[in-house]
């Protein structure tokens, strides 16, 4: 199963545009949040409206930044897992979106016990696969999640979810500078950084997932 993981797109249609002969390529694109950039909705329904028209194959949380309407427009579209979880040729994808409480106090931010049953909602929807791969958009505490100020920016419940559950993969955003790959113990978690500087990630999932991260040139 190949996939592109992107995420904190911000509006950026030009790097999504970048993006499209990766999407075309993958079996499902993976968005760990953050569609929206300054008009709001409006730059989140162009951004998803132009990549389904590539891949439909979508599987989506929305991030801290994204509001009421695009987790709505997510979900009526079928690609949100934000509570949920999808079951997909055998492997278990489940979601959460938004982000604990922020100093910036942004549209969609969740308590940690809100996380914490959220994680558990869509956990016990794909509880009998044997592949389980989490697409959170804070990423779990202590794992690429040090900001510039070199403060952790992760969820305490992601973390403490995972550290406890047989999930191999977790896919996240929101720090933008903790872009990265990092393994603990049997998880794997990836931080594609952001789409709107160019980053992306690109993950087979075969066994342990093979997964690498990839820039696009600003001019491309």
Avoid at 3 to 24: K, P, Q, R, T, W
Avoid at 29 to 43: F, M
Avoid at 75 to 86: A, C, D, F, M, Q
Wanted: charge should be negative.
């Amino acid at each position: 199963m190949k996939l592109i993981a992107i995420s904190d797109i911000h509006g950026s249609m030009h790097f999504v545009e970048s993006v499209f002969e990766e999407v075309e390529k993958a079996d499902h694109v993976i968005i760990a949040g953050d569609i929206s950039g300054p008009g709001g909705y409006r730059d989140a329904e162009l951004i998803i409206s132009a990549i389904e028209k590539k891949n439909s194959s979508i599987l989506a949380v929305h991030g801290n930044w994204d509001d009421d309407n695009v987790i709505t427009m997510l979900t009526e579209r079928g690609y949100s897992i934000h509570g949920e979880g999808r079951i997909v040729h055998g492997v278990g994808f489940f979601g959460v979106g938004g982000s604990g409480p922020t100093p910036m106090n942004t549209p969609t931010e969740y308590d940690e016990d809100t996380i914490a049953a959220l994680l558990k909602s869509g956990y016990g929807k794909v509880a009998g696969t044997d592949t389980k791969v989490l697409v959170s958009h804070a990423p779990p505490r202590g794992l690429r999640d040090r900001t510039f100020l070199l403060i952790r920016g992760g969820s305490t419940s992601v973390r403490s979810f995972l550290d406890q559950s047989d999930v191999k993969l977790c896919i996240s955003g929101h720090i933008h500078e903790a872009s990265g790959i990092e393994a603990c113990q049997n998880l794997t978690v990836v931080n594609p950084g952001s789409l709107k500087s160019g980053k992306f990630a690109r993950i087979e999932l075969n066994g342990t997932p093979d997964i690498t991260l990839h820039r696009i040139k600003k001019g491309r």
